[in-house]
C-alpha cells in the first residue's frame, strides 16, 4: 500500500516558503502559528499612525548609520580603546564617538564640577607621582600598660602582704614601726602610680 501524500509534500518549493514565512509571521504577531479569526484590517487613521511610527523606525536606522559612519572616523582611537588591545569593539567605537561628541559641544570649563573634577585628577597624578616613603613603624598605644601590666600586678601583691604584716607587727598609736611601714607603702603607691601614667 502506498503512502499517501500530505499536503505540504504537494506543495512546490516557492508555496512551502511561503508557508513558512506566514507561519513565522503569525508567531511573530500572535505568538501561535494561526492568524486569530478576529483580527480586523486597520482603519485610515490607524494605518496613519502606523506609517509614522515606521519613519521613526526608519529615521532610527538612519541615525545608527550616521553614529557608525562616525564611529568609523574617530580622532583619537587610541583613547577610545580602553582594554589596550589594539582592537575597538563596538562598544568602544560608540563610547569614543560620544565623547568626541560632547567634547566638540562648546562646554563651560569653568563649571564647578569640571573644576573639581580636573582638582581630583590632579590631586590623584600629584599622588602616584610624589616619592614612596618608608612606612612608620606602628606602636601599639597599649603597649605601655600591656608591658607595665606585671610590674603594678607584682607591686599590688607587694602593698597587700604589706598592708597583712604592719597590722601584726606596727603598733596601732605609731612609732618607729609603723613609720618603716609607712615609709615603704608610700614607695610602692609612687611606683605604681608611675607605671600607670
Not at 515606521?54 to 548609520?65: A, H, I, P, Q, R
Not at 604589706?162 to 613609720?179: C, H, N, T, V, Y
Amino acid at each position: 500500500m502506498a503512502k499517501k501524500k500530505t499536503k505540504l509534500e504537494k506543495m512546490s518549493k516557492d508555496e512551502r516558503t511561503s508557508l513558512a514565512y506566514a507561519l513565522a509571521t503569525n508567531l511573530a504577531k500572535h505568538g501561535k502559528p494561526q492568524t486569530p479569526k478576529n483580527e480586523r484590517k486597520l482603519t485610515k487613521g490607524e494605518e496613519g499612525e502606523k506609517e509614522k511610527h515606521v519613519m521613526k523606525f526608519k529615521d532610527s536606522f538612519d541615525l545608527e548609520e550616521n553614529i557608525l559612519k562616525a564611529l568609523e572616523e574617530l580622532k583619537n582611537p587610541k583613547k577610545a580603546d580602553l582594554n589596550k588591545d589594539g582592537k575597538l569593539s563596538s562598544y568602544e567605537k560608540k563610547r569614543g564617538a560620544a565623547i568626541e561628541k560632547a567634547v566638540s559641544e562648546d562646554m563651560d570649563f569653568n563649571d564647578p564640577i569640571l573644576i573639581k573634577q580636573r582638582a581630583d585628577k590632579m590631586e590623584r597624578e600629584k599622588k602616584a607621582n610624589a616619592p614612596k616613603s618608608t612606612p612608620k613603624k606602628l606602636i601599639n598605644p597599649n603597649y605601655k600598660a600591656i608591658k607595665n601590666a606585671s610590674k603594678i600586678k607584682f607591686l599590688e601583691k607587694e602593698k597587700a602582704q604589706l598592708m597583712r604584716d604592719m597590722e601584726q607587727e606596727a603598733e596601732p598609736e605609731g612609732g618607729p614601726i609603723a613609720d618603716r611601714y609607712g615609709s615603704k607603702l608610700n614607695r610602692i603607691d609612687k611606683a605604681i602610680a608611675k607605671l600607670k601614667n
